[in-house]
């Protein structure tokens, strides 16, 4: 069976996760992707180490699927290395500052001159062309300035959520960006630059919320966990857990008022829709938290099952890696790499086609795993390639 992008090749100079996770998509659709680290290793290969030799938990997850070379770029051998597998590339990848881009001939002005139609696609913090596109950022830094953290929390401290949302959200939104590019360019041959941006992606996802604030001037504060425009959407406590419950829509607070025998409530002018239900929420949140506390969390989702009503346990990750659904789905597979005690658990292709199915086909790669292999692809004899390595280039 073929895949969707095989016959594409995509430079991956990319760090941490928008970029590399940005490329991983395409890998996972079928491209070759190439990630490019330096001699030492990048940054990111080594947060959260689990291997031996000291590789990290998201490396493992957001370098699938890719072959793995060290250079230099910086070096005139190793720019020269760049040109050349930039004109046997579709994409060049790269989440840099615009200045690391220029230093290290990746800019778009740059490839263009080897590669015209050659697809750059970038992921930066804030965007280009702003007063503030010259910081630098990581997600939680939009997770900040978007208005997500001032809204997390109990009100007194803003909080921002453990999982990085917006690099993932980023990642995603290039790599679709990326592929109406190479469509584009099957159309017209022309080649273009792609950008995303963390602030941006954290925007877009609260978008609604802000266009709120401007519009109406709700002025919304933190409520921990309880939701401010429907009710019941909040965490309850169980005899032996917790459980989230969201009730959003007229049919779902019907049958919720079902279930808990408040059927009275439905002519109660406070909770005619959703809005005001989510404005006296307090009230709602405080008769769902009676009902749940006298019942274990498995009676709670039993009978909120039965009434087809949204809900779900805390689990901690490693009930989550545990749970039936979870390992029945092949949410996650495992993928061996040397030096772990055990296989990780990667996350699949989080979205499946039924004809051209992505997927995993191979680890992320050790360090400079294939440096001597793509480079005699690109017309480096084994000479050549030790000379690259005496100046310190790979």
Known sequence: MSSVLEGIRVLDFGRYIAGPYCACLLGDMGADVIRVEKRTGSEDRWTSPIAQGGEGALFMQVNRNKRGITLNPMREEGREVVKRLVATADVVVANLPPQ???AMGLDYATLVE????IILTTASAYGHGGPWSHRVGFDGVAQAMSGAMYLTGDGTEPMRLYYPWVDFTTAILTAYGTLAAIMERQK???GQQVEGALLMSALTVGNGTLIEQEVIQANRVATRNRGQISAPSDLFRTTDGWVLVMVIGQPLFERWTKLIDEDHWLSDPRFKDDISRGDHGEIVSERMARWCETRTTEECLAALDEARIPAGPVYSPQQALDHEHIQAMKFMLPVDYPGLP??????DTPVRLSETPGGIRRRAPVLGEHTDEVLAEVGYDA???AALREARAI
């Open 100 to 102: 690391s881009l220029e």
């Open 114 to 117: 080897t590669k015209p139609d």
């Open 188 to 190: 017209t041959g022309r």
């Open 342 to 347: 055990r296989a990780a658990p990667v996350a």
């Open 383 to 385: 000479e050549a390639i």
